[in-house]
């Protein structure tokens, strides 16, 4: 049994069409005001590399400025030309509620021309946050999930990254960030989706539980609830809260195109104006052909070289179909699929229907 490609995306449209709407927990809709993670950078050396360090200038200024630490004097002016270790740029983010003494991961980039880290030790090396404190201390041994091998004769293989890698819970946690989860006698939390229907029946919910105004929607984003002052009732009531179920609002009117991949993304509620549509293509070659003229063997002529040229059109007989006024997505797909469009047609015909006007959505090209 053959099913075509038509049949598959017809089936999955109307699965989609057909399903009803679902509740998500307000712990997957919504982030608490105040409770966020915080990036940090460092800086650092990559040392016990085979051979693959880099040589850029500041990998040596960084070098002698660790051996002077140490105690150990390298006369001025020396070049150590060192092939085991790589400058290298460190990232992490700090989660929140992160405590001193704990440990996190940290993401490893040669910034010169390391041609890898596999194998390499990091050194310690602070990590700071965007006021420049140091929030957190890193070192030990690189996992790096990429390699090069280089042939004698120039010729080389790369696969993945092997300038980049990573320590798994190499970074200690040295100070703590102050948040705002504590204060106050309320609490405010966040849509990942801003939806002024969503953030309604999040705070309609909340208020069937534990009575009227309890929460209210500020806007679009924000819902704020109000909570115990006492930091563990407080956490037992952010607990409740979160796992409460909230149906939320419907997305607009949306079609997606990434016009890089030709992947076409068309939303539920996409309708279509009274319009018809006719797409085909116009397809010119041109041909040269050189034709040589050859004198016969007593004639007194020259040869000469005649250029003849072919031009043929061909143009597709596409049908043109009508869209009725508040056509479904299902019908606009089955239309497109009848003429035998592909992607990049579609786009071309989505693009010419909000230009017309026809189209009731908004178009996004990414």
């Known amino acids: 049994m053959k099913i075509s490609i038509n049949g598959v995306i017809s089936l999955l449209l109307a699965a989609l069409l057909t399903m009803p709407a679902y509740a998500q927990r307000i712990k ?3 982030s608490v005001e105040g409770v966020r993670s915080n990036q940090m950078v460092g800086y650092g050396l990559v040392v016990g590399l085979d051979g693959t360090g880099d040589k850029a200038p500041f990998t040596n200024q960084t070098f002698i400025n660790m051996m002077n630490e140490f105690g150990i004097s390298i006369p001025p002016g020396t070049d150590p030309k060192l092939k085991n ?3 290298v740029s460190l990232t992490a983010s700090l989660p929140p509620f992160a405590k001193p003494g704990q440990t996190i991961d940290v993401t490893v980039s040669s910034i010169g021309n390391a041609k890898s880290l596999r194998g390499g030790t990091l050194l310690f090396a602070p990590l700071r946050g965007a006021d420049g404190q140091i929030y957190a201390v890193a070192q030990g ?3 790096v999930g990429g390699f090069g091998v280089d042939g004698a004769d120039g010729s080389s293989i790369t696969v993945n990254v092997p300038s980049v890698g990573r320590i798994p819970n190499g ?3 040295e100070r703590a960030v102050a948040n705002g989860f504590s204060r106050g006698d309320s609490l405010v939390l966040n849509l990942n989706a801003p939806d002024f229907t969503t953030a309604k029946r999040l705070s309609d919910r909340i208020n069937s539980l534990l009575g009227p105004e309890t929460a209210y929607a500020v806007d679009a984003t924000s819902v704020r609830v109000s909570a115990p002052r006492d930091p563990s ?5 952010l607990s ?10 419907e997305a607009t009117a949306k079609v997606i195109i990434n016009s890089r991949t030709g992947t076409i993304v068309i939303g539920k509620h996409v309708r279509i104006e009274p319009v018809a549509v006719t797409h085909g293509s116009l397809t010119v070659t041109v041909k040269e052909n050189i034709q040589v003229n050859q004198p016969g063997a007593l004639a007194n002529g020259e040869t000469v070289v005649a250029p003849q040229t072919e031009i043929n059109a061909d143009q597709e007989g596409n049908p043109m179909f009508v869209f009725a006024p508040g056509v479904s997505l299902d019908e606009i797909v089955k239309a497109v699929n009848e003429v035998g469009a592909a992607p990049g047609d579609l786009m071309a015909i989505l693009e010419a229907l909000k230009q017309a006007g026809a189209l009731n959505a908004e178009l996004i090209v990414i």
């Open 85 to 87: 270790i790589a400058a």
């Open 141 to 143: 041994n690189l996992v």
């Open 240 to 249: 409740m809260i979160e796992n409460l179920d909230v149906t939320p609002g």
């Open 233 to 237: 009732q407080r956490v037992s009531f």
């Open 171 to 173: 970074a200690t946690v």
């Open 28 to 30: 997957d809709l919504t």
